[in-house]
């Protein structure tokens, strides 16, 4: 629903910058020829006809209205400005939301003063681009303010009890994977069948909102038995409208992983091997998303694709 909500601001922003150029190039250039009228006829004595008489006797209207457009641009500006962390990015909140919603709301008087005091004889389709653009804008502005803030699952650390291992994968569930979605990045230089059946017990408690799974492990870790379980939940994920790519780290790179982590694009938590998670008595902590992202993201390009090792490297499981 955001994403629709998002490509609608962006659009109605988009025209209010248009209607917004529109105004400012029409009346400057109103403004330009009335001052020409106004100057030649002085000079050369020039009798105006009645239509040019009005014209520049307009001009001071016009000129106010040059005044309105220069604030026009900054408040289409703005809601551009919102929309396209929106739509590119992540931003996204009740605080924007209600900028968006009052800006869109005086961007509308504005273009109603203008249209009532103002008559450039405009098409009624190119007025239409602003009252429409600024109506998205304030719609989406209003359906971001009226969401009801997601509440964050607690922050403090996760102690594993390892005489409660049941206990500490309900635990789990609800205060690490909950906090999950999109695309699961998981480093584990340990990462094994065991570790993989603990994965797929942790991704199916999240399954509507994992997109994705990448898995770094290491190549001891590979065998038979290894082989045939990743087929087995590779198949069954597809089921559930999620990927995974498994690769292997070269030597040099898993000996320089000290520690294992679980990450998507906003959070990341210090944890356990995964083939022990829930046994081994540890803290799990939350951790920088951004470097461990990059982290895993530099490794992950060098490494070797966990399918191009079976039936060559692969030892005997």
Known sequence: MWGAYSVMAFIGSLGAMLITFYYMQSISLIVGV????????????????????????NTPVYRIGTYFTYLMLPIALGMFSIAALWFFG???????????????????????????????????????????????????????????????????????????PYANMLNMYGKVMGNLSGTLKVLDKNFDTASMSNMYRLVAS???????????????????????????????????????DIRVMSDADAAEQHERFMADAKNAFKIPPLNIINRKSEHIVRINPREMNKRFDDIFKRSTKIENLFGRNAKNG
């Open 90 to 164: 992540s931003r996204r909140g009740r605080v924007s939301g209600l900028s968006m919603a009052i800006l869109s709301i005086i961007f509308i008087a504005i273009l109603a003063v203008m249209k009532i005091n103002l008559d450039l004889s405009e098409p009624p389709a190119i007025v239409s681009i602003g009252y429409l653009g600024a109506g998205l804008v304030l719609i989406a502005g209003a359906y971001a303010f009226l969401q009801k803030p997601q509440k964050r699952q607690a922050i403090r650390p996760l102690e594993i009890d390892p005489s409660k």
């Open 206 to 244: 999240n399954r509507e909102s994992i997109r994705e799974v990448m898995v770094l492990t290491s190549s001891d870790r590979i065998g038979k038995a290894f082989e045939r379980d990743y087929y087995d939940m590779k198949m069954e994920f597809e089921t559930y409208g999620i990927s995974i």
């Open 34 to 57: 009335s001052s020409g009228i106004a100057l030649s006829a002085s000079k050369y004595n020039l009798t105006l006809n009645s239509t040019m008489m009005t014209l520049v006797n």
